[in-house]
């Protein structure tokens, strides 16, 4: 058996197939688990194409662990804050705090590189 994921612990997984029920993430370690619909987001999900797509990865939090199966119960709602969410359909996209945004565009940044590159 492998080594499993704890209670609570928050990790990336790949969405691996989407059924009407939920979505079943894979995770490197070979464990698989489920996203359930009403894990999806707080608001009504009818159909989970609209937020997950197949290869995407998502970052979930382990609910619940099946040792006789080695499946997980995951959550993608449970991550964040609702005000947090940049968009309620996107629940893995949130928006990055003022303070961690201190850099230039590439557009603008690029000139002064290739600058310094041909000074060397």
């Known amino acids: 058996m492998v080594a499993s994921y704890q209670i609570d612990e928050i990790i990336v997984g790949k969405v691996i197939d989407i059924q009407p029920y939920g979505a079943f993430i894979g995770f490197p ?22 937020y997950l797509l197949v290869g995407e990865y998502v970052r979930v939090k382990v609910l619940a662990i099946d040792h006789t199966s080695n499946h997980l119960k995951l959550s993608i709602k449970r991550l964040y ?16 705090p003022p303070h961690e945004i201190d ?11 290739l600058d310094d590159k041909l000074k060397e």
């Open 29 to 50: 370690n070979g464990q698989k688990g489920l996203v359930h619909i009403s894990e999806i987001s707080d608001d009504y999900v009818k159909h989970i194409e609209t």
């Open 103 to 113: 850099f230039s565009p590439l557009k603008d940044a690029l000139p002064k590189w």
């Open 81 to 96: 804050k609702k005000e947090e969410l940049i968009d309620q359909k996107h629940p893995f996209w949130f928006k990055v």
